[in-house]
Nanobody
C-alpha cells in the first residue's frame, strides 16, 4: 500500500527552524515529484515548495524563498522541507503529496498530486 507519512512538526518560536520529513512506504520516491503544502486554520491550502521527479529541480513560493529548502534523500526514501526564520503566519498543517513523474521540472505549486499524507502540525508562536 502506497503511503506518505509526514513528521517533524511542532511548536517553534518566531525566527526558529524546523525540518519536516515526508517518508514513503510501499513505493520508492525516486522518479516521483513531491510537493509540500500548508493549510492554516480557516484558509485554503497553499503550495509551499515542490521538487521534480528527475534531477531534483526545485520550486518555491515567493513567500518562502531564501528561508525554506526542499530536498530528497533517496537512501532514506524521504523528502525534507527545511524551514528557517519561521513566522507566526506560517502556522498550519503541512502536507506532502507525490506523483510518479520523470520530468526534470518541478510541478506548479497548485498542482494536485495523486498521493498525499495526513499532515504534521506546525505552530509558530512565542
Amino acid at each position: 500500500q502506497l503511503q506518505l507519512v509526514e513528521s517533524g512538526g511542532g511548536l517553534v518560536q518566531p525566527g526558529g527552524s524546523l525540518r519536516l520529513s515526508c517518508a514513503a512506504s510501499g513505493f520508492s520516491l525516486d522518479y516521483y515529484a513531491v510537493g509540500w503544502f500548508r493549510q492554516a486554520p480557516g484558509k485554503e491550502r497553499e503550495g509551499v515548495s515542490s521538487i521534480s521527479g528527475r534531477d531534483s529541480n526545485t520550486h518555491y513560493a515567493d513567500s518562502v524563498k531564501g528561508r525554506f529548502t526542499i530536498s530528497r534523500d533517496s537512501a532514506k526514501n524521504t523528502v525534507y522541507l527545511q524551514m528557517n526564520s519561521l513566522k507566526p503566519e506560517e502556522t498550519g498543517v503541512y502536507y506532502c503529496e507525490a506523483e510518479a513523474a520523470r520530468e526534470r521540472w518541478a510541478m506548479a505549486l497548485d498542482y494536485d498530486y495523486e498521493y498525499w499524507g495526513q499532515g504534521t502540525p506546525v505552530t509558530v508562536s512565542a
